[in-house]
């Protein structure tokens, strides 16, 4: 898809794309919500057409996730809420979402809040292939897998066999 051309140097342009920044900031995942949809990579580019329209690119975690028809809806109306009206969001699925994408801050959010985070990379096997998934509440990584998918898709549910704690995992992709 060929995107409109983009101005530059503008300063009302770039007061523009501060301000819709900001506002996006705010947006979040609402499967996840500690995670803001920057934290979980999500949010993919922002930018000003030249007839200072917003465009938003986003890509969704896995091509049927349920939250990208609210997440495009979320962002409409944080950019409403501080006066930007003119506002085209863009689903893009390629390249695919990578859990490679979550930030560090949206990693330690996910512990934070109880979900074992993907590893870095998208590596967790340890030396006969499985898994070495810690536990959020204890850091034991005496775990085992209950189930392919916990509360959402792109999750899977253990259970730690040391505090006996269920958790959700938040699996690399």
Not at 48 to 61: A, D, K
């Amino acid at each position: 898809m060929v995107a409109e051309p983009k101005i530059e140097n503008d300063n009302a342009s770039v007061e523009l794309l501060e301000r819709a920044r900001s506002a996006l900031g705010t947006v979040c995942d609402p499967e996840i919500p500690v995670l803001t949809i920057e934290d979980l990579g999500v949010l993919r580019d922002v930018s000003i057409t030249e007839n200072e329209c917003v465009h938003v690119v986003i890509t969704p975690t896995y091509s049927g996730c349920p939250a990208m028809n609210t997440i495009s809806m979320d962002i409409e109306t944080a950019l409403n809420k501080v006066g930007i009206d003119k506002v085209k969001v863009e689903l893009v699925l390629s390249p695919a979402w990578t859990t490679d994408w979550m930030s560090e801050e949206g990693r330690q959010k996910l512990l934070e809040y109880g979900i074992a985070p993907p590893a870095k990379g998208g590596t967790t096997a340890s030396l006969f292939g499985k898994p070495e998934i810690a536990c959020p509440q204890c850091g034991s990584k005496n775990t085992e897998k209950l189930a392919e998918f916990g509360s959402t898709a792109c999750k899977a549910l253990y259970r730690c066999k040391a505090c006996l704690e269920p958790f959700d995992y938040f699996k690399c992709l």
